[in-house]
Nanobody, 122 residues
């Protein structure tokens, strides 16, 4: 059974940084594309960042480019989201997602974590 477990969320002041982690078990992590999504209250769940199986191809939402970095460690079955220069509008529940295919394009994001809350105070 595939499980995705996020950690690293919390409360931070505007301008601060956080690093989210997502550990994957029960699947072939090193062959999968991975992504982070977020959902703010009353809004849709949106893609924040995604990375291919090897980590050498990434995709970002325009709102987080230059501030967030997605990376992965295939030896630890873990994907990370380093967030810097956080703003109140980044407040949301952040979800880790996995697709059992190697590339981001066309990914269906089949597996999901339970989410971790990120709150940025002004």
């Amino acid at each position: 059974q595939v499980q995705l477990v996020e950690s690293g969320g919390g409360l931070v002041q505007a301008g601060g940084s956080l690093r989210l982690s997502c550990v994957v078990s029960g699947g072939i992590f090193s062959s999968w594309a991975m992504a982070w999504f977020r959902q703010a209250p009353g809004k849709e769940r949106d893609l924040v960042a995604a990375v291919n199986w090897s980590g050498d191809s990434t995709k970002y939402a325009a709102s987080v480019k230059e501030r967030f970095t997605i990376s992965r460690d295939n030896t630890k079955n873990t994907v990370y989201l380093q967030m810097s220069s956080l703003q109140p509008e980044d407040t949301a529940v952040y979800y880790c997602a996995a697709d059992p295919g190697p590339i981001v394009a066309g990914a269906a994001w089949v597996y999901w974590g339970q989410g971790t809350q990120v709150t940025v105070s002004s």
